[in-house]
């Protein structure tokens, strides 16, 4: 299993993005899909996930992030609006697969401007 995802760049506060995880086999095949963030001498913190059809968000980002799947496409979205400076990572996607663990993607930089 490989997850690739893109989409991050530099952004003005208050702007959006919308980042995308490619993954390599059907999404059905995985369970939990996440998005996690790495900030520069910080640890790694969960942004959002879904399983099945919920989704779940840290107050630091809920209402401004949402998680979604494109079983069609094997792809998962982050969309980030309302981007503050103190939102600026690395961001990761993550997989849960059926007997290899956690799968990570290889991140996206995001960088916001104040």
């Known amino acids: 299993v490989q997850l690739q995802a893109s989409g991050g760049g530099l952004v003005q506060a208050g702007g959006s993005l919308r980042l995308s995880c490619v993954v390599s086999?059907?999404?059905?095949?995985?369970?939990?899909l996440a998005w996690y963030r790495q900030a520069p001498g910080k640890e790694r913190e969960l942004v959002a996930y879904i399983k099945g059809g919920s989704t779940t968000y840290p107050d630091s980002v809920k209402g401004r992030f949402t998680i979604s799947r494109d079983n069609a496409k094997n792809t998962v979205y982050l969309q980030l609006n309302s981007l503050k400076p103190e939102d600026a990572a690395v961001y990761y996607c993550n997989a849960e697969t059926a007997g290899r663990g956690y799968i990570w993607g290889q991140g996206t930089l995001v960088t916001v401007s104040s």
């Open positions: 086999v059907s999404l059905f095949s995985l369970g939990t």
